[in-house]
């Protein structure tokens, strides 16, 4: 339950930082709090009368009580207990075209006993996808349920809405590159054969452990721009703690590798709710981006998402 709880905490962190003030949930999940609500003070009743003196006089028995409801243990039990990170890797490619070096990534990423211990059964690590030869490169937070599938990242709705936003900019998916900090999702307890539901940030040593294999494809990709998406990719960037809130760097152009890099919000900050003004907040990122790198703006794109 501790688990759960400070898994729930980390993502609201995070949503904070990137200015989200509401977030909608599941009627399950209310459920499921209500459930463990109720059965509050009824745990704490059992306590006191365990810890009372035998002379304590005992209440009356209420007639007919309702059931007090129960939380089971199984349903926060993780499937699995992943071995702690070690140290990170040093990541060393060989000599030879981009194709070949990021073969060779590729299979160390996949050879990893240390990110596989992390996966669950069937599931899969994820390596950045695109062009080689991007001069624009997306990176992102860490594989989704759909993500950890195909073994490829932003394929869920938020890499759907991100392939909207590229073509937008009018350039191809293809011919940039989407990567992410982490290599494989990040996980919550479980029940055993069931699927995770739900999503939490990577921790700073999940992240510090990931970063070279990051770094490792910028140096093959060599993009000539880095956009980061949302607040935990900016902190796997600039470094955990080199920011309180989103605002503080959005929308500026900061330093990675000597690469310059935007830092905007997440596309599941617009899924979230796809008002105008969000739209407009991340587009005019964009527009920065698409102006630093030469590519042509019409007055159409420049007008986009603006409330009339």
């Known amino acids: 339950m501790r688990e759960s709880l400070a898994a729930i905490t980390e993502e609201l962190r995070r949503l904070k930082l990137a200015g989200v003030t509401t977030v909608p949930v599941a009627d399950e999940t209310l459920a499921r709090l209500r459930r463990v609500v109720g059965r509050r003070p009824a745990v704490a009743a059992s306590r006191r009368a365990a810890n009372a003196p035998a002379e304590a006089p005992v209440p009356p028995a209420v007639a007919n009580p309702p059931p007090a409801p129960v939380w089971p243990r199984e349903a926060v039990r993780p499937a699995a207990v992943p071995e702690p990170l070690r140290t990170p890797p040093e990541v060393r490619l060989p000599s030879g075209t981009k194709a070949e070096r990021w073969a060779a990534l590729k299979a160390l990423v996949a050879g990893d006993e240390n990110g596989r211990a992390h996966l669950r059964p069937g599931k899969r690590v994820v390596l950045g996808v695109g062009s080689l030869d991007a001069a624009l490169m997306f990176v992102g937070e860490a594989p989704g349920a759909e993500e950890e599938i195909q073994g490829e990242p932003f394929v869920g709705p938020a890499g759907q809405l991100l392939t909207r936003m590229i073509i937008a900019m009018g350039v191809a998916r293809k011919d940039v590159y989407i990567g992410n900090i982490m290599n494989w999702r990040p996980g919550l ?42 607040a935990t990719a ?17 929308g500026r152009w900061h330093d990675f590798a000597g690469i310059p890099l935007m830092v905007t919000y997440h596309p599941s900050y617009i899924l979230r709710e796809p008002t105008p003004r969000r739209k407009r907040l991340i587009w005019e990122d964009l527009l920065k981006v698409m102006e630093r790198a030469g590519l042509p703006v019409s007055d159409r794109q420049r007008g986009y998402f603006l409330e009339r």
Do not use: D, I, S
């Open 189 to 230: 307890p479980t029940a055993e054969g069931e699927e995770q539901v739900g999503n939490r940030p990577p921790t700073a040593g999940e992240m510090a452990y990931c970063l070279p294999y990051l770094r490792a494809q910028v140096e093959v990709v060599a993009p000539r721009f880095l956009v980061a998406l949302g």
């Open 234 to 250: 900016a902190q796997g960037l600039l470094g955990v703690g080199a920011f309180k809130t989103l605002g503080e760097v959005r």
